[in-house]
C-alpha cells in the first residue's frame, strides 16, 4: 500500500532541497508518493526583525516561491515537482542568483508557462501562497522552517540531513521518520549542525 508524504518546500532552502532528495531517493526503495508543495520563508519572516543580510535573501525569496506556486497551479504538482528539481539544481547546485533569469531559464526547461516569471515579480498571487504555506506550516506551528512532512496525516519538520542518504539507508531513515511521526506525543528531535549542506 503506498505511502503518501506532503511535502512543503521553499526553492531557495538547501536544507530543503536536501531532504527532498532524500524523499526522491526514498521512492526507489520503498512504496512512497511524494507530492510537493509551496511554503515560503519570505512569508515565514515577514514582518520579523532580520539581520541586513537574512532581509535581503528573503527579499530575492520572495520571485521563486511565487513563481514555483504559479507552475503548480498552472501545471498540477507533477510539474511543480520538476521545476522543483530544476530551479533547485540551479540555485544549490550551479550556484545560480535568486533572480529573473534564473526563474526563467528554469521555467523554460520544464515547459511551464514563460509569463510566469513576470508575474512573480508582482504580489498577485501571495494570498494563495500564503494559504499553500499556512497549509504546512500551522500543523507544526511557527518556530521551524522548511522542509515539513506529513505522513498520515502527521506533520514534522524535518529531517534535516546532510548528506542524503542512498538507497537502503534512505528507506530506512523514512521507516524511522514515519514511527516517530506516528506518535501524535512526539515533538522533537535535535542535535548542532557540524557541517553544511553536501550535495552529492
Same mark, same amino acid.
Given at each position: 500500500? *503506498? ?8 526553492? *531557495? ?6 531532504? @527532498? ?7 526507489? &526503495? #520503498? ?8 511554503? @515560503? $520563508? ?18 530575492? /525569496?520572495?520571485? %521563486?516561491?511565487?513563481?514555483? $506556486?504559479? &507552475?503548480?497551479?498552472?501545471? =498540477?504538482?507533477? #510539474?511543480?515537482?520538476?521545476?522543483? *528539481? !530544476? ?9 545560480? %542568483?535568486?533572480? /529573473? ?8 526547461? &520544464? ?18 501562497? #500564503?494559504?499553500?504555506?499556512? !497549509? ?9 522552517? *522548511?522542509?515539513? $512532512? ?5 506533520? $514534522?519538520?524535518?529531517?534535516?540531513? @546532510? ?5 537502503? !539507508? ?7 521518520? &514515519?514511527?516517530?511521526?506516528?506518535? %501524535? =506525543?512526539?515533538? !522533537? ?6 557541517? =553544511?549542506?553536501?550535495?552529492?
Amino acid at each position: 500500500m *503506498t505511502t503518501h508524504v506532503d511535502f512543503w518546500f521553499d526553492p *531557495t532552502c538547501p536544507w530543503a532541497w536536501m531532504t @527532498s532528495r532524500w524523499m526522491l531517493e526514498v521512492e526507489q &526503495v #520503498r512504496d512512497v508518493k511524494t507530492t510537493f508543495h509551496v511554503m @515560503s $520563508l519570505s512569508v515565514l519572516n515577514d514582518g520579523r526583525d532580520l539581520d541586513p543580510g537574512y532581509r535581503a535573501h528573503m527579499d530575492k /525569496a520572495w520571485l %521563486p516561491a511565487r513563481a514555483s $506556486l504559479l &507552475v503548480e497551479q498552472r501545471h =498540477g504538482s507533477d #510539474r511543480l515537482r520538476e521545476f522543483y *528539481t !530544476e530551479i533547485g539544481t540551479r540555485f544549490h547546485l550551479r550556484q545560480e %542568483p535568486i533572480a /529573473a533569469d534564473t526563474v526563467a531559464a528554469a521555467l523554460a526547461a &520544464v515547459g511551464a508557462d514563460a509569463d510566469i516569471v513576470d508575474i512573480a515579480q508582482t504580489d498577485a498571487v501571495d494570498e494563495a501562497l #500564503r494559504r499553500s504555506h499556512h !497549509e504546512g506550516m500551522d500543523p507544526v506551528g511557527d518556530e521551524v522552517g *522548511t522542509p515539513v $512532512l506529513r505522513v498520515n496525516g502527521m506533520s $514534522l519538520f524535518g529531517p534535516v540531513i @546532510s548528506p542524503a542518504p542512498k538507497g537502503e !539507508e534512505a528507506g530506512k531513515l523514512f521507516d524511522g521518520f &514515519v514511527l516517530v511521526t506516528a506518535y %501524535p =506525543g512526539f515533538f !522533537e528531535l535535535k542535535r548542532t549542525r557540524t557541517v =553544511g549542506p553536501i550535495f552529492d
